[in-house]
């Protein structure tokens, strides 16, 4: 872990010691990502059927989860951006309980966390970019969707057959807005964006998953192109 914020911490010192005209820009960010109520759907169905046992699934209300990440841009044209971003969304543990339909029954109770790592290419734009900007942006986002289960049954209960720390690839998008300051080696603003993570690919009863980020996001060597 140590070496890994050392690695990080010498590529903004790298970036830092750029000029204001490089045409490249590196950024990282973190914050809150607030999840919709589909978010900890892991199984995509509120009903298992197997030969042997049927359950009802009732999940849990999806809980504030956070992020980090870090983006390169490029300046195309004066306030026209191209970038490419990576990072990681965790949402903390919440429970599905599986019940025997129309009873009270307890067949299962499953303790679940997501992680969802997108990988984008988009555009930004400046509407306004002087020592104050105004931005907008968006992109495509592929998306690796992982879910650690941990499944707990009541005393004396055969094991329910459910997957056990499925994942899921799916194509999303995102969208959003900035305000950033640019102090000449570095910029720092606030950003906020909507998630859609599995606008392609998503199962027969997959509902959409999607999240909204509240990011605190920081750009080592200020903007390019002033």
Do not use: W
């Not at 490249?24 to 046992?53: A, C, E, H, K, R």
């Not at 966390?113 to 942006?137: D, F, H, M, R, T």
């Not at 707990?152 to 998008?173: A, I, S, W, Y």
């Not at 807005?177 to 690919?201: M, W």
């Amino acid at each position: 872990m140590l070496r890994f914020f050392s690695i990080v911490f010498l590529i903004c010192c790298t970036f830092m010691t750029y000029t204001g005209k490089s045409q490249f820009m590196f950024s990282v960010q973190t914050g809150l990502s607030t999840p919709s109520d589909y978010v900890n759907d892991v199984y995509n169905t509120n009903l298992i059927t197997t030969p042997d046992v049927s359950g009802q699934l009732y999940r849990d209300a999806t809980r504030l989860g956070y992020n980090f990440g870090a983006r390169l841009s490029i300046n195309l044209e004066g306030n026209l951006y191209s970038y490419v971003s990576a990072g990681i969304h965790r949402f903390p543990q919440t429970d599905i309980r599986i019940l025997k339909p129309n009873t009270d029954t307890l067949l299962a109770t499953i303790s679940t966390v997501q992680n969802v790592i997108p990988i984008e290419a988009g555009c930004s734009l400046y509407l306004l970019k002087k020592s104050l900007g105004l931005y907008i942006l968006g992109g495509l986002t592929y998306n690796y969707i992982t879910n650690t289960t941990e499944i707990k049954l009541p005393n004396n209960t055969p094991q329910f057959p459910v997957e056990k720390d499925p994942t899921n690839n799916r194509v999303g998008f995102s969208g959003g807005a900035g305000i950033d300051i640019d102090a000449g080696i570095l910029a720092a603003g606030l950003e906020v964006r909507y998630n859609l993570i599995n606008f392609i690919g998503r199962a027969t009863e997959e509902q959409n998953k999607s999240f909204i980020t509240f990011n605190l996001i920081a750009t080592f060597g200020g903007r390019s192109s002033k």
